[in-house]
């Protein structure tokens, strides 16, 4: 059925009054009549280009899709929602908080990124995930690996460099993987997660089609950030998704610097999610400030992937109240800029939106905060206490046998060759 939703004819967010499998979109989120802005929080205009409406020729201006008075009316979410929403964003920013604690008391060590800001990203689209569906991140992925699921201690030791950690101490804080929770890592080169991405969802496809498996309805979320969005990868993973219609959807978490380059220097259109519908997939521009509105675009995009309608692109405009790293003084942002996003706290507006809900009071609130404040340093308590990984481990996943020196052609371990240690040092 073609819709104004459908990848073949999708230019623009969704018109009010289309609709997705005979469900009315009266008082859509995706209005494209609602003025166009530049990006949130840069000083300077962006180049945006007039396109054509389907309804009589109006010229208008694509919208950044943001909170209105019609969402908050809708009543976009249940009480247990919103608490389940509250809590992880609060988790997600209470375990970075630590983190940046432990750094400097030297108990973590590398290089160490915080998601401090970006925590309506995270929750807003995994928290609408099953277990079956697969998160490839980036190395900005403790909050990834805690929103899908993967328990506080793990990830926390796994930063410590601990054997309890969910990669037993040899990933860090740049590599979380859970076979268990289907993480499927967080990446420390920028756009070598796409590809993984894309494998897993064309395995997702490949079950259901190929070997029949009827309940293979598997979705997949790639993570990446805007520096990414200039990389080969990111064009090949797009073009390859859009031709096989994948179950994925790429998820560009745009915080508008790439390290210190502003996004608005380096990209030549920094409108990211026009380039979906050149693959001819849906590109949506999204409030990445607010997880009640990331929410719904990513729930469309999600259910979209479920039916087997192909992926999705979704660029969230959010912004990182720290550093790129622990070791980034943070000294090229504008504290002008950064004080406009501060204000934007998505915590603090997900918090006063429950409470003038009635949704949730104060008092619950508060007890979330404290529950998660106990986790957290639960979690530390674990991870310092727990041991480190053993010297024989050090080896292991290095070569295909287990016990770190490689299998000879004639199907045995070569460290059970008596020359295999010939002319050499014995350690």
Known sequence: MATAYSSAKFVQPLSLNSTINGRSRDNSLFDPLKTGTSFLGSTRKLRVNSVHSNQGNVRRRLPVVAVSEVVKEKKL????????????????????????????RGKMFGFVHLYNGQEAVSTGFI????????????YRDHVHALSKGVPARAVMSELFGKATGCCRGQGGSMHMFSKEHNLLGGFAFIGEGIPVATGAAFTSKYRREVL????????????????????????????????????I???VEN?????????????????????????????????????????????EAIERARRGEGPTLVECETYRFRGHSLADPDELRDP????????????????K??????????????AIEKRIDEVVEDAVEFADESAPPPRSQLLENVFADPKGFGIGPDGRYRCEDPKFTEGTAHV
Request: hydrophobic share 40%; net charge negative; proline share 3%.
């Open 255 to 299: 915080n508008l610097w790439a390290i210190g380059m502003s996004h608005l220097r380096a990209t030549s259109d920094p409108q990211i999610y026009k380039k979906g519908p050149a693959f001819g997939m849906p590109g949506f521009h999204v409030d990445g400030m607010d997880v009640l509105k990331v929410r719904e675009v990513a729930k």
């Open 249 to 251: 959807v790429f998820v």
């Open 127 to 138: 928290k609408l995930l099953k277990k079956e569906d697969s998160v490839v991140s980036t």
């Open 336 to 351: 002008a800029e950064k004080a406009r996003y501060a204000a934007r706290d998505p915590i603090t507006a997900l918090k």
């Open 77 to 104: 979410i249940t009480k247990q929602e919103g608490l389940e929403l509250y809590e992880d964003m609060i988790l997600g920013r209470s375990f970075e908080d630590m983190c940046a604690q432990m750094y400097y």
């Open 212 to 247: 029949k498996e009827a309940d293979c309805d598997h979705v997949t979320l790639a993570f990446f950030g805007d520096g990414t969005c200039n990389n080969g990868q990111f064009f090949e993973c797009l073009n390859m998704a859009a031709l096989w219609k994948l179950p």
């Open 353 to 366: 939106y429950l409470i003038e809900s009635s949704l949730a009071s104060e008092a619950e609130l508060k």
